[in-house]
């Protein structure tokens, strides 16, 4: 069965960092491009970071560049995603996922997601 968990989530400061982990199990990741996605209660799923299969390209959204940057360890078949100067709008359930494709999207066009691990940035 195809299976990602994320961990990593908890509750920061603004201006503080934390790392999002994706582990994949059933499946090899070395196949899939993954990317990160976040929501808050009430609002639409928004795409936060993606990375291709081959790891050359990367994307982020508007809001988050220069302060996010995701990366994979295939050996550890995991995906990571550190996050850092957070800010309070940065608050929400992220989610990774998956798709068997060499393409980055930022759009949820993904075969696999994980359940997802809350970030929230308060003082």
């Known amino acids: 069965q195809l299976q990602l968990v994320e961990s990593g989530g908890g509750l920061v400061q603004p201006g503080g960092s934390l790392r999002l982990s994706c582990a994949a199990s059933g499946f090899t990741l070395d196949y899939y491009s993954i990317g990160w996605f976040r929501q808050a209660p009430g609002k639409e799923r928004e795409g936060v970071s993606c990375i291709s299969r081959s790891g050359s390209t990367t994307n982020y959204a508007d809001s988050v560049k220069g302060r996010f940057t995701i990366s994979r360890d295939n050996a550890k078949n995991t995906v990571y995603l550190q996050m850092t100067s957070l800010k309070p709008e940065d608050t929400a359930k992220y989610y990774c996922?998956?798709?068997?494709?060499?393409?980055?999207?930022?759009?949820?066009?993904?075969?696999?997601w994980g359940r997802g691990t809350q970030v929230t940035v308060s003082s």
């Open positions: 996922a998956a798709a068997q494709r060499s393409l980055c999207l930022m759009s949820p066009t993904y075969n696999v």
